[in-house]
């Protein structure tokens, strides 16, 4: 069964950083689309950053220049960058990996914030 494995999240302070990564099953080299989301309590799970087709990023406003998605296809993982961090970015945050013609799903990570 292939796994999507994430890690790096906890309680940070507000202005500090964290990194997170998702470890895959499955080597995502021939991965169309690879994205983080979040989704904070009551509300909606949102995209926070992708990679499609292997080299073109996007950034949800709310953490353009301040999160960076990477992915290190020898190690079949996709991180996230995360700087100065703001309360409102408290929320569990999401792997997602499309490897054609599959969907997958990491269980997520909790990020916290404290102002």
């Known amino acids: 069964q292939v796994q999507l494995v994430e890690s790096g999240g906890g309680l940070v302070q507000a202005g500090g950083s964290l990194r997170l990564s998702c470890a895959a099953s499955?080597?995502?080299?021939?991965?169309?689309?690879m994205g983080w989301y979040r989704q904070a309590p009551g509300k909606q799970r949102e995209l926070v950053a992708s990679?499609?087709?292997?080299?073109?990023?996007s950034y949800g406003d709310s953490v353009k220049a301040r999160f960076t998605i990477s992915r290190d296809n020898a190690k079949n993982t996709v991180y996230l960058q995360m700087n100065s961090l703001k309360p409102e970015d408290t929320a569990v945050y999401y792997c997602?990996?499309?490897?054609?013609?599959?969907?997958?799903w990491g269980q997520g990570t909790q990020v916290t914030v404290s102002s």
């Open positions: 997602n990996v499309f490897v054609s013609p599959n969907d997958y």
């Open positions: 499955i080597s995502i080299d021939n991965a169309y689309f």
């Open positions: 990679i499609i087709n292997r080299g073109n990023t």
